[in-house]
């Protein structure tokens, strides 16, 4: 019953776990999420980006039209797929605003009254008659009504604009897999929807990702059932990992209103470390006499460990709270089980291979590699650069990259803004406000009243004013029909009948009219483009701040704190190193400083820094704290060598082939571990100690 320990507790685990799934206790799909923003605190700026997103363009598909002599025929094809809404040639309103303008007409625009005599008015009659946009309604043009049409061109070709239906993640994978064929039989070379790239992009991952983990998992099983040869243990290993993970994440389900998926993968990931407290109770041989013995340089290094971890606790990022509450509490459980559980349970020697003790080649003296690690350091500080942009830690997709970037340009000639209002009437109010200011970029909401301009306009329609410019009107017909009478008795019933004003223009009539607006904490919300934003800077209502700019403010916001508190997690860490080391401290101390300090120097002079970086840095800091320990406290024998090279391999092995990754946030892990446990190895094999300095 004693060897099944470890079974029946990740038994017990997952059935509550299941429990609590079935039960609906815990709602898995608001718990989890897979939103890279979740990973942020709530802020201003974090609303605003999510107002943005609200009104991106994520249902469109962009088609360059290469082909002219098949291109309408693809659109035909195109236009019968299920998932698709409509295809836009050009901006024009919506078949609703169009009647709506019609039977509106006079309440629209600008009203600009006519003082023109009736002799002066029947020859404009004449003029305006020979004019493309002659209007029989309004033949002296009274309202002005901006165009609101732009054709689309891309660098002088001509594109297409392709609206979905339904943005659900199996609506455009469909959509996508029927969309692909035809863009390839018709040799459509240039298209592009971000929908599209969150469908590829995904499966891409789970490809490179089956890869990489049948990669770990080859080594994992060559190094721990053929070379260290432990199944048993091997398997109990395991079944505590998967325990303590299971118990971290439901704790962690409890503990915070929304999860980030993205904390609780590197939380799995660091139970490496874990292994490190299995490998030195087995090879000093802790788990062979089934008597529980207390591992004093396990506990110093797991309690510093810790320490750090709570630090991390009081950073204003909620992904590295969750990250650290995790580790906190997975390390928890491991240590425990592996410090005491596995020593009463008990499991064969360990397999030694005597040939590693010779291995031992300490050319390099502590106070050199010291050295050498303060100069890294203070070269890598002086040409460290950071990268905001999260879009660079997605997986890094060629095709789709080089289609985006081939329409990047249009987010570049119209940049959107958004206008808010803490009502509709005024947003409209707003948008007639920008629409005299930047002739050149009406906005389609500008051509709607207010409620005032509808009262201004009806009593000018009674005033004695429009009386007079009607009488002057029917005098100008009279003098016109001499000259042109079919077109004087075309004009006979113009501003004969003015019609009332019958509507409300509440959130769903403009809604209904094509007008995108969000109400949202009391405003009213309504997207725009310019081609010139400079002209807009002094209006208040309006948001000119990009998405991007906004994403890396907010970015940049939490990299101070996060630096500070990851600086006093790491001298803490120190000083505990200091307390449990003493006077083997300076060994002990290169195990941080030296794998720190040349992953610092490497990024300095290749890439600048990420937020996925300074992750990987904290797992190296903390495995290096560890190892420091161990190497002073166990010192250079060959239970010991075998703990530390074992687990070393294991997390290198674990990370490294994320090198391989095509994600960024990935690769940038992976490097990042490489270069760390590469130069631990260096230690554990070519560190010359101070001698007389052993604990």
């Known amino acids: ?103 509106n007409y006079f309440y629209l625009g600008e009203l600009k ?24 309604f309004d033949p002296l043009s009274l309202i002005s009504i901006p165009s609101i049409h732009r054709d689309f061109f891309l660098q002088g070709t001509p594109y297409v604009i392709i609206e979905m239906r339904d943005s659900e993640a199996k609506s455009v994978h469909k959509l996508y897999s029927e969309f692909l064929p035809l863009a390839q039989k018709y040799n459509i070379t240039h298209y592009f929807s971000p929908l599209f790239m969150s469908v590829e992009n995904p499966q891409l991952i789970l490809d490179e990702a089956n890869v990489l983990m049948g990669l770990a998992g080859i080594f994992f099983f060559v190094l721990y059932f053929v070379i260290l040869r432990m199944p048993f243990l091997t398997f109990n290993m395991i079944a505590t990992l998967l325990f303590s993970n299971a118990t971290a994440i439901l704790i962690m389900l409890f503990a915070f209103p929304q999860v980030s998926v993205m904390s609780l993968s590197f939380g799995i990931g660091i139970s490496n470390i874990c292994i490190d407290y299995l490998m030195h109770h087995h090879y000093l041989g802790y788990y062979q006499n089934r008597k529980i013995s207390f591992n004093t340089s396990v ?172 009488k002057r009107y029917k005098d100008a017909l009279y003098e016109l029909e001499r000259s042109d009478k079919t077109l004087s008795q075309t004009l006979s019933m113009s501003y004969r009948y003015i019609p009332s004003w019958q509507e409300n223009l509440d959130l769903k009539t403009l809604q209904s009219l094509g007008f995108f607006i969000i109400s949202y904490k009391g405003q009213y919300y309504y997207q725009a483009q310019s081609n010139d934003i400079a002209k807009l800077k002094h209006i208040q209502g309006i948001n000119l701040t990009q998405t991007q700019e906004y994403i890396t403010s907010i970015t940049s916001s939490i990299y101070a704190p996060m630096v500070s508190i990851l600086t006093l997690a790491f001298v803490a860490m120190v000083i505990l190193l200091a307390i449990s080391t003493r006077g083997a401290f300076l060994n002990a101390l290169t195990f941080i400083l030296f794998p720190f300090c040349s992953v610092m120097l490497y990024l300095s002079l290749t890439a600048p820094i990420n937020i996925m970086h300074l992750f990987a840095l904290l797992i190296v800091v903390v495995v290096g704290v560890d190892y420091g320990i161990y190497h002073t406290k166990e010192g250079n024998t060959l239970g010991a060598t075998h703990a530390i090279l074992f687990s070393t391999l ?42 007389g300095n052993a604990s």
């Not at 009254?113 to 029989?136: E, G, H, R, V």
Request: proline share 6%; glycine share 4%; aromatic share 16%.
């Open 1 to 103: 019953m004693r060897k099944l320990q470890n079974f029946l507790l990740l038994l017990f685990v997952l059935c509550v776990g299941v429990y609590l799934f079935k039960s609906g206790k815990i709602d898995w799909e608001k718990k989890l999420s897979l939103e890279v923003l979740d990973l942020f605190p709530q802020s201003q700026e974090r609303e605003w980006v999510d107002l943005h997103r609200k009104f991106g363009d994520s249902k469109f598909i962009y088609v360059a039209q290469e082909n002219p002599k098949e291109f309408d025929s693809f659109l035909k094809e195109v236009a019968l797929l299920p998932n698709i809404k409509i295809i836009h040639r050009k901006i024009e309103p919506s078949p609703a605003l169009k009647d709506f303008i019609a039977k």
């Open 650 to 691: 294991t997390t290198l092995f674990s990370f490294g082939f994320f090198l391989f990754s095509k994600i960024r946030a990935l690769n940038s892990f992976g490097e990042v571990i490489v270069i760390g446990m590469s130069c631990l190895l260096f230690l554990i094999f070519f560190q010359k100690d101070i001698k």
């Open 299 to 470: 506990f110093y290094g797991f309690l510093t460990t810790l320490i750090g971890f709570f630090v991390c606790l009081f950073v204003p990022f909620p992904l590295l709270n969750q990250l650290s509450l995790y580790a906190i509490i997975n390390l928890g459980i491991a240590y425990l089980c592996f410090a005491f559980m596995f020593q009463g349970i008990g499991f064969a020697k360990p397999k030694f291979y005597p040939f590693l003790h010779k291995l031992s080649f300490p050319f390099f003296p502590v106070l050199i590699i010291l050295l050498f690690s303060l100069i890294a350091g203070g070269v890598a500080f002086t040409h460290l650069k950071a990268d905001f942009d999260l879009s660079k830690l997605d997986y890094q997709n060629k095709a789709m990259n080089a289609q985006k970037d081939y329409f990047s340009p249009l987010s570049q000639n119209y940049v959107p803004y958004l206008i808010f209002a803490p009502s509709l009437d005024a947003l409209i109010a707003k948008a007639r406000e920008i629409n005299r200011l930047d002739t050149n970029n009406p906005i389609a909401l500008g051509i709607l009243p207010t409620k005032s301009e509808v009262k201004k306009r009806e009593r000018y329609f009674k005033s004695m004013s429009f009386f007079d410019f009607t």
């Open 113 to 136: 009254p006519n003082s023109q005599s009736s002799t002066q008015i029947a020859q404009a009659l004449l003029q305006n008659s020979q004019l493309p946009s002659f209007n029989p």
